[in-house]
């Protein structure tokens, strides 16, 4: 499964956190080594917030409630035997892909910093929905989710439930992901099934002492402080361990995973869950609450990145009908149903893509004793769907607490596990009124009818986020099924607007506000505005290139893609793990740390109790090359390499004197180093590469008039933009009106604050023909040697020296947070290679404008030291 920039970002960013969690850790375990050696006592310090706060400058910033801004604060968090939990938090929006980040943050999680793949993983969820939705995607081993655990695991994971009885080798010797509601894992007090899990069973012997060995109990109590007990007096052995799930977690560390973490504020939750003595918590939120230091967030997913990436959809148009009654709201949903089907069919022919709308109906009341003629029941829904409206029975499903309709798609053999997205399945229309608020995933959704006047409001808040996913996170060539609608008869329309606000934002995607577009009887509230150029610059073409590859056979130019271009021209042939020599083993038995044993044959029969013992039984074991090449595949897609270079580093470490024992207990550590190699050799490779190809004349950075037109990009002529009443309009600094935007007006929402400044500089430059702030949404990327593209913020047309040449300046602004990272210096090293590129030819292109030739120059503006790289007065010397 190919995963987003977005999303690849996010694993980057932890893996740089990691990293220097690792560091912090190393540090904190030798203070304490080194305070040993003289006599004195010592506990490994909260290495956690060292690791934090030495990253504090790349970390998303806090905005406090007076407006400042600052850098989060650490929230440490200790286990039940006073031991610190790195816990961190991953701010992903709904429908961002939270699950399958989870997946392959565990991976990184396990391969990167505890150097193993096996061990119990505590996976809380917070609904039934939730619950039956991820455990079907983690269960069948052919979900990319799935796929994603085996990969961490080498291919031995072991779905549990709460109520299954494992071993311990089990733990040993494969991934055990236990999944379980967060009603049962923390809340301790609160109900019978939470009360099960520290209860005596006889499911899990293999983890503790026998009962008449009294020195090994005695010792794991002493180990593990925080064991819930049992009073065995009166059998004559005493105070023992409870053979409880809750103790089978205390003593194995599980590493915990809170889904929808925002859920699990209480301290009841959090002391709970702490007191399993996690080695590590990852916790994943739309709404996580950085501000009150509830969460560490490490990384903030926008919704405006799941924008540009497609997968969501925009606008959301609010259709009202005043004082109609909800029958009347219904038939024009329905009738909207209609012409998205008809334009999906549309689709299905120009795309070969199958899509099937469906209407999410939301009503009052779905009990079969709750009908009556004063609340909208599903019955009523049902009735006047197929008697009124026309349709099919088959077309229609009801999903409450009574009756779950939908399941029973789910169960349907001829729809091979699709469901609702089956191009078999009739569905048409869902009915409910609470059961689908969370956990409910099915991106064909597209229209939302808030049937009832006293509840649309929470209605919408509540549930808008189940239709603003793309079908295939990708948008289709007719726009009517890129955007969503939400239907409701209630008179007061902005309170509607107001409402889906608060649903995005619940959602964790507020930054899209402006994403929501009135219709209707009422135009209150937010409006699509057009926004024109200027009269001096209505009707000049304005072309801007992409980076182009020309087929090898034919000629011809096409936009250029890194996976199709780029990639398999590499020489993989000459990559080797570089650091092979400088490797170091370790000696160490901590690499595969799964649980706590207690060594008997170590105990004195007085004296104190010993530390904890780490184990290792592997020594015999052959490492798994086809799992160590899979976790190598995000580095080298290529797997027969990935083979080949894992098993030259072997045999040279072997060479080396290295046992097969100890290269086995170190394979992960292994594996780590060669990932990294392999993507900094990656990185040099395609640079080398890409430079080669651009000198050749095989890429072009330059408009072209032949071929497809959309090679080149170009600039509307007019924007559409949702600006509400409550929008302000941009101003100069002075607060005179901007004069040289190509467009007017700009908008505040539009731009951030370091844009807000490079603005206000532009438009007072006297080198400045005019400036323009490109929005994402318009699509002009640029692609380089990397996988990621680059979107840049400005477009600057710089003056000439009355030759007729118009010089065009593109701005990438970066914040003081981003400084310095590998991102923002790939983007300098490209931005100064196109310039390059552009500046050696007389004209970027063969495409020559009305208005003269084009040249190009990029610049990476930096929070520090914008004003001083910008100098525009230098070019019109």
């Not at 304490?32 to 990253?55: H, I």
């Not at 009517?480 to 107001?498: I, P």
Request: hydrophobic fraction near 35%.
């Amino acid at each position: 499964m190919k995963l987003k920039d977005y999303q690849i970002d996010v694993l980057d960013q932890l893996s740089v956190y990691l990293a220097r969690l690792a560091e912090k850790r190393t540090e904190a375990e030798e203070f304490v080594e080194f305070q040993k050696t003289k006599g004195r006592d010592a506990t490994v310090g909260d290495y956690c917030r060292d690791a934090w706060e030495s990253l504090s400058d790349q970390l998303p910033q806090v905005t406090r409630q007076d407006g400042t801004i600052v850098s989060p604060a650490y929230v440490s968090r200790t286990d039940g035997v006073g031991r610190p939990i790195p816990n961190i938090c991953l701010k992903v929006p709904t429908g961002g892909g939270k699950t399958l980040l989870a997946s392959v943050a565990l991976d990184r999680i396990n391969t990167e910093y505890f150097r193993q793949q096996t061990g119990l993983v505590l996976w809380i969820v917070p609904s039934e929905a939730i619950y039956s939705q991820t455990w079907r995607a983690l269960a069948n081993r052919e979900h990319p989710y799935r796929q994603m655990l085996e990969r961490a695991s080498g291919g031995r994971v072991k779905m549990l439930e709460k109520s299954d009885a494992f071993h311990a080798t089990d733990v040993d010797n494969q991934l055990c992901v236990m999944l379980m509601m967060l009603q049962a894992g923390a809340v301790k007090a609160k109900s019978k099934e939470a009360r099960k899990m520290f209860q005596d069973s006889g499911k899990y012997p293999s983890f503790f002492p026998d009962v008449d060995d009294e020195l090994s109990n005695e010792a794991l109590r002493e180990l593990v402080s925080n064991m819930d007990l049992t009073d065995l007096l009166d059998e004559g052995y005493g105070l023992m361990p409870k053979h409880s799930l809750g103790n089978v977690l205390r003593l194995t560390r599980p590493l915990v995973i809170i889904d929808e973490g925002h859920k699990a504020y209480s301290d009841t939750a959090l002391n709970t869950i702490c007191d399993y003595n996690p080695r590590f918590i990852l916790e994943l939120s739309a709404t996580p609450n950085a501000r009150e230091h509830i969460s560490n967030v490490v990384v903030n997913v926008s919704g405006g990145d799941l924008k540009n990436e497609q997968m969501i959809k925009l606008p959301i148009n609010i259709v009202n009908d005043g004082g109609a009654d909800w029958k009347h709201a219904l038939a024009a949903s329905k009738q909207k149903l209609d012409e998205l089907q008809k334009a999906a069919h549309k689709v299905q022919n120009n795309e070969n893509r199958y899509i099937r709308p469906i209407l999410l109906v939301r009503v009052e009341r779905t009990g079969k004793d709750q009908r009556d003629k004063h609340a909208i029941h599903a019955e009523d829904v049902r009735e006047y769907l197929i008697e009124k409206l026309g349709a099919s029975a088959e077309e229609i499903k009801v999903k409450s607490s009574e009756m779950d309709e939908l399941a029973d798609v789910e169960k349907q053999p001829e729809y091979k596990g699709q469901g609702l997205l089956s191009d078999f399945c009739p569905v048409r229309y869902v009915i409910t009124k609470d059961a689908l608020r969370e956990g409910w995933d099915c991106p064909f959704a597209y229209i939302l009818a808030a049937l009832s006047r006293t509840t649309a409001a929470t209605a919408i808040t509540q549930m808008v986020g189940r239709v603003l996913r793309q079908p295939g996170a990708q948008w289709t060539g007719v726009d009517a099924l890129n955007e969503c609608y939400v239907y409701t008869h209630d008179a007061d329309v902005q309170k509607a607007v107001d409402n889906v606000r608060k649903g995005l934002q619940e959602e964790g995607m507020g930054d899209l506000a402006d994403g929501i577009r009135v219709q209707g009887a009422s135009q209150a509230g937010t409006r699509r505005k057009t926004i024109e150029r200027r009269e001096a610059f209505k009707g000049l073409k304005i072309f801007m290139p992409r980076v182009l590859s020309k087929h090898y056979r034919t000629g011809q130019w096409r936009q250029f893609d890194y996976e199709r271009d780029l990639l398999p021209r590499l020489g993989w042939e000459s990559l080797s793990f570089r650091g092979v020599d400088q490797f170091v083993v370790d000696d160490r038995d901590k690499i595969d740390r799964t649980r706590v044993r207690v060594d008997v044959d170590d105990l004195a029969t007085t004296g104190p109790v010993p530390a904890l013992q780490e184990v290792s039984e592997h020594s015999d074991l052959q490492i798994d090359i086809a799992a160590m090449v899979r976790l190598l595949l995000d580095a080298i897609p290529n797997p027969w390499q990935g083979a080949r270079i894992f098993n030259d580093a072997v045999a040279n470490l072997r060479k080396r004197g290295i046992s097969d024992a100890r290269l086995f207990t170190n394979r992960l550590a292994l594996v780590d180093a060669i990932k990294k190699d392999l993507k900094s050799q990656l990185r040099e490779l395609g640079e080398a590469e890409f430079r080669r190809m651009l000198a050749d004349d095989e890429l072009s950075f330059q408009l072209v008039s032949q071929g497809d037109p959309d090679l080149n990009w170009e600039l509307a002529e007019t924007l559409y933009l949702d600006v509400s009443d409550d929008d302000k309009v941009q101003s100069r600094k002075n607060g005179t009106p901007l004069e040289k935007s190509l467009f007017d007006p700009v908008y505040q929402k539009e731009i951030n604050t370091l844009e807000k400044e490079v603005a206000w500089y532009l438009d007072a430059d006297l080198a400045v023909s005019w400036w323009h702030r490109i929005s994402v949404k318009q699509d002009w990327h640029v692609q380089g040697w990397q996988r990621n593209r680059i979107y840049p913020d400005f477009l600057v047309c710089v003056k000439g020296e009355g030759n007729g040449t118009i010089r065009f300046r593109v701005l990438e602004t970066k914040g003081m947070h981003l400084m310095g990272n590998e991102d923002t210096k790939y983007k300098e090293r490209l931005f100064e290679l196109l310039s390059e590129h552009s500046a050696t030819n007389d004209s970027v292109g063969e495409l020559l404008l009305k208005h003269g030739k084009q040249q190009l120059r990029f610049d990476m503006l930096l929070e520090d030291n914008w004003r001083t790289n910008l100098k525009l007065e230098e070019m019109t010397g």
